[in-house]
């Protein structure tokens, strides 16, 4: 049986979604990523050597499996292109692997002025975000007015929509941000100078996905961000511009509904964000910065610190109902190695039920011990501390989804599989 395989972020995002993408791959023939921008970066490490992708599906350093960028994903070419000769220099042949769906909305040098501008206008109230034109570029997508990576192919069509857009964004930047404007004849050269580049690669991803279910092909479905990041069911409106969830991957990619076969989750063993935003069990004091130096938490893709907690059984229950989680991947679990005690949020004590309310939430925890021994690369069930399955158990117990995977370190062969998902 066909297995499309559905892999996204269930907390806030940065829980290590690349690197189990790139661990799967092996199994597939094809990875969707389905949607975000080059404001999400995923990290893999093989055999010790860390490449970091922000657009790249993360199956891209297997050779012979086809990577799509869906519609769903709003594009920048500059980056795009940094990234592609990034990975030739390393010997990836990408242009060969990768094909890019025409419906993806560009992200152009106006939407990044338009992000800084208003974070730094919102002052005190800022989201946080990337500052990388991810939110402008959405907006025109959902206005009608964006430029998708296929209106380039036609000129005449492109010189236009471009001219109307720049009409519409210098007015804001020039007298709402008191910002610097743009000149249509720079943008028009550079988008079409990258396109040039890049436009052998483009594609009908849609139809390649269809083409691959018919052949009994397997497929990887990559999200971006994490669950409370998703415009829709986060922590609105210290949120991300997309979907972030299981639905997303249908509509971001153009695979039926109905041939999503499993939605596996992933989940550090203890949680973080960044950015603004509400954070139940954030830890500011010694253990947070433990848990901050432990686990290297630092963006891939901004450098920023991020913050930390404990793990959360209350929003992670819900992230599990609201992706229909088949399954589960816990990461990180060696970072917790040098905890005397461990613990996990199972309760609000406002209740569950205002998740979406302005009010903080105070956490009910319980508490487990911890192993206090090293667990980095075990790559065994067996090898497991009896306290650190305890752990593992307990959270499979709270959440009511099995635990298939668990890593215990960055690379890709520091991973336990407990059950097959293909």
């Known amino acids: ?56 599906p993360s199956g891209i350093l297997h050779p012979g499996v086809e990577c799509m960028i869906g519609n769903g994903v709003v594009l920048s070419l500059s980056e795009l292109k940094k990234e592609i000769e990034l990975l030739e220099q390393q ?17 152009m040098p106006y939407h990044v002025a338009l992000d800084l501008a208003r974070e730094t206008k919102r002052g005190q109230r800022l989201i946080g975000t990337t500052g990388r034109g991810i939110g402008p570029a959405y907006e025109d997508k959902i206005a009608r007015r964006g430029i998708r990576f296929a209106d380039v192919l036609d000129t005449d069509h492109f010189s236009e929509v471009l001219q109307e857009n720049l009409d519409y964004h210098n007015f804001a930047l020039k007298n709402y941000f008191m910002a ?38 397997d497929l990887l479905f990559e999200g971006a961000q994490g669950t409370f990041l998703d415009i829709d069911h986060g922590t609105y409106p210290y949120v991300t511009s997309s979907n972030t969830t299981a639905g997303a991957a249908c509509t971001g990619s153009g695979l039926g509904p109905r041939y999503v076969d499993y939605v596996l989750g992933i989940t550090k063993a203890y949680t973080t964000r960044v950015g603004s935003g509400p954070f139940p069990t954030e830890l500011t004091g010694p253990l947070g910065d433990i848990l901050v130096e432990q686990g290297r938490e630092f963006g891939a893709t901004t450098g920023r610190r991020r913050r930390c907690g404990w793990f959360d059984a209350v929003a992670m ?54 192993w206090k021994t090293s667990i980095a690369g075990i790559d065994s069930w067996s090898k497991l501390p009896d306290k650190a399955k305890a752990y593992v158990k307990r959270i499979e ?26």
């Open 180 to 217: 610097a404007t743009f000149d249509y004849n720079q943008i028009y050269n550079e988008i079409l100078e990258l396109a040039d580049n890049l436009l052998p690669m483009i594609a009908d991803v849609p139809m390649l996905i269809a083409a691959h279910r018919k052949q009994g092909h």
């Open 91 to 107: 010997g990836v042949a990408v242009r060969t692997q990768l094909k890019v769906s025409g419906a993806c909305p560009l992200v």
């Open 397 to 422: 117990a709270l959440l009511e989804v099995p635990v298939v995977m668990i890593s215990t370190g960055p690379d890709r062969k520091h991973t336990i599989q407990l059950a097959p998902i293909f």
């Open 1 to 56: 049986m066909t297995k499309n395989v559905v892999v996204l972020g269930s907390q806030w995002g940065d829980e290590g979604k690349g690197k189990i993408v790139d661990l799967l791959t092996e199994r597939v023939q094809g990875v969707v990523r389905f949607q975000g921008g080059h404001n999400a970066g995923h990290t893999l490490v093989v055999n010790g050597e860390k490449t970091i992708l922000h657009l790249l």
């Open 317 to 370: 229950r819900r992230a599990a109902e609201i992706n229909s989680l088949s399954g589960l991947c816990i990461t990180k679990m060696d970072v917790l190695d040098t905890f005397d005690t461990i613990q996990i949020a199972v309760a609000y004590e406002k209740g569950a039920d205002n998740f979406y309310g302005r009010a903080p939430v105070k956490p009910i925890y319980e508490e487990l011990p911890g």
